[in-house]
């Protein structure tokens, strides 16, 4: 019984790159790793339907990054307020109890 290999993220781009590349052929590759060109062919479907995600993720952390500024400007402009409405209300406090006397 056949117990069926598992190759990490990282192997499976290093082989596709080096595919791509020209480094080695595909026939170099499936003698090298004992691997089907099926499924080298497959990886390379896989790498290539993927590679557009590399450069969509700088553009989802910059516009999350800047909401995240903008949620922390507004923690800060909201804290403020908190401490002078607590100022005030302390001060109204104190004037009322001096009136009342």
Not at 8 to 18: I, Y
Not at 48 to 68: H, M, P, V, W, Y
């Amino acid at each position: 019984m056949n117990k069926r290999r598992k190759f990490t993220p990282q192997f499976k781009s290093q082989v596709v790159l080096q595919l791509l590349s020209g480094e080695r052929s595909m026939a170099e590759l499936c003698r090298e790793h004992q691997l089907t060109s099926q499924m080298i062919g497959t990886w390379k479907q896989q790498f290539l339907a993927a590679a557009t995600q590399a450069f969509e993720s700088e553009a989802t952390s910059n516009a999350e990054q800047e909401r995240i500024a903008e949620l922390e400007r507004m923690v800060g402009k909201l804290t403020m307020e908190l401490e002078i409405a607590k100022k005030a209300s302390s001060l109204l406090d104190g004037m009322r109890n001096r009136n009342g006397r």
